[in-house]
């Protein structure tokens, strides 16, 4: 089943992406966007890769599309599925970008009729911008999409996947479950710990005077990126993905304090060993082309 | 006072980078240096930026230098100070890049004599990689270079500053217990954290199929470079910066405590409002020049 026309909902970093990369690398006919905000939806009319945009009315296009792409906060995702799946034509599928897939299908899956198909999705990849200004085509390019169908439809999925695969990315299907944890440990507790060590240095900063802006070159501002990530998304990826995230800190903290006996009894030992074995993974994920071999990631070039 | 020689031991990725900058920006005119290893000597011979170098012998052109700078891992920095002091020659000076500043002056102090200077340096500069065949010219361009003089000479002081300077830093003096604990916050605790967390994902790894590498352009990604950079120098670091260490991982963890309280207690309130507090540093740090405001580092592009 081929995809002529496309509704994004929600306009913004990830949904102006893919609504980029429909228009200029798939082969999407028509690409549409719908935006709860007045200056999203102008932002995007004059940047131009819409063929039309609805404001604050995502079932304006909904009757039309062959896919829908909800690309709004996980959170409201549901409210707005809600919305849409009444006027859904027959044999159109749903599909997600959340970064969590349990909680979205357990909202999601019960709205749904046997007219129409959910295929939860998730495209690994982003910046530390938000908006539409922000997106660009190539976003998903190499970068890894996980679709978690449990029991979708299986040309619905193979539709997803092809479509997927048409602006760049590569597909892998998971169970959901699965998906949650691991992403728990990839993603969502990375970004967690940034925010907490961003968040501690701020109220240093109150008593260092500008030195942790001075001096964030030491290591610091790697975690002031992840960190200026779009809050609303990251509260509700938080609270969706509760149980995975608590566990995976739990981990990180034991860890954590394993390294912190070794510094206060001194045992440089086993700093060295924990050290040493970090180094391979860099090397794996390099190799994997899941990012830059130049130092400092070649920003200071 | 001009420096028409200068001896670098250590010849990794500090020390040879200092060695090129001198060579080739600063207006030095002899660059020597000394390194305990067969391999590194050889490399830098073949790399070719020195106009001498002495293997396993830090006191062979240690009588020559006006200006020796430590570049040797911070744990060994005073051993290699007692074999130099005793031939150096009257009025020269001895600096070191150690990114801990107390404990290295209450170590080489008390072994310098009245005939030299000792000022206290350390550039907040470097990359993932380690070695002579990573370090660059530019590596300091932009970056910030901290005294600690504690007292030093102030044409010795005027004299390193000058040469920092020279090949392309902003040179900041300051106390050596307020570098410490800024650097504990913005260097230190970042990357003990970082190589936690890295360890945390290597174990989860043995039960998840390669997935943490697959999926780590979600955010672990970035953790993975810093906790890639030298174990032995890091080593060395936390235990020679143990306190202030600790007082700043103990902030983090209650800071992390609070942020795994408020998704335990589904709290989006205060989840959304410290994550909101943290873009505005990250801003700050671009405008300061110390980072690229390119998405991703720029990396993707």
């Known amino acids: 089943m081929g995809i002529d ?3 994004i909902i929600g306009g913004g970093l990830i949904g102006s992406s893919i609504a980029r990369a429909a228009k ?10 719908s935006d709860k905000s007045y200056a999203v939806c102008r932002s995007i009319e004059r940047l131009g890769f819409a063929d039309g945009v ?19 906060p996980p959170g409201v995702m549901a409210a707005v599925a809600e919305r849409i799946v009444p006027v859904m034509k027959r044999g159109s599928i749903l599909t997600d970008v959340a970064s969590i897939k349990g909680d979205i299908i357990n909202k999601i899956a019960p709205l749904m009729n046997s007219e129409i198909h959910f295929v939860p999705g998730h495209p690994i990849a982003g910046t530390e911008y938000s908006g539409p ?27 997803v996947k092809l479509f997927w695969e048409g602006i760049g990315s590569q597909v892998v299907v998971m169970d959901s479950v699965r998906h949650d944890i691991v992403l728990a440990a990839t993603s969502h507790v990375p970004h967690l710990i940034a925010y907490a060590l961003v968040g501690t240095a701020v109220d240093m900063e109150k008593v260092t005077n500008n030195e942790v802006v001075k001096f964030s070159a030491g290591g610091f501002r790697d975690f002031t990126r992840i960190a200026s990530s779009d809050p609303v998304m990251w509260r509700d990826i938080f609270l969706a993905n509760r149980d995975a995230t608590l566990e995976v800190v739990d981990r990180f903290i034991e860890d954590l304090s394993a390294l912190k006996r070794a510094i206060r009894w001194k045992d440089g030992d086993a700093l060295l060993e924990h050290f040493a074995k970090t180094r391979d993974i860099r090397r794996r994920i390099v190799d994997a082309g899941q990012d830059s071999p130049e130092p400092n990631f070649g920003r200071d070039d």
């Not at 609805?54 to 709004?72: M, R």
């Not at 679709?147 to 619905?156: N, W, Y």
Request: charged letters at 30%; one cysteine or more.
């Open 54 to 72: 609805s404001e604050n009315s995502p079932e304006f296009y909904a009757s039309e599309a062959d896919l829908i792409v909800l690309c709004v």
């Open 24 to 33: 200029k690398i798939g082969a999407v006919d028509k690409v549409y966007v």
């Open 133 to 159: 200004e922000a997106g660009f085509a190539e976003l998903f390019k190499d970068r890894w999409c996980v679709l978690t169908p449990d029991g979708a439809d299986e040309l619905a999925v193979e539709t």
């Open 5 to 7: 026309k496309i509704l």
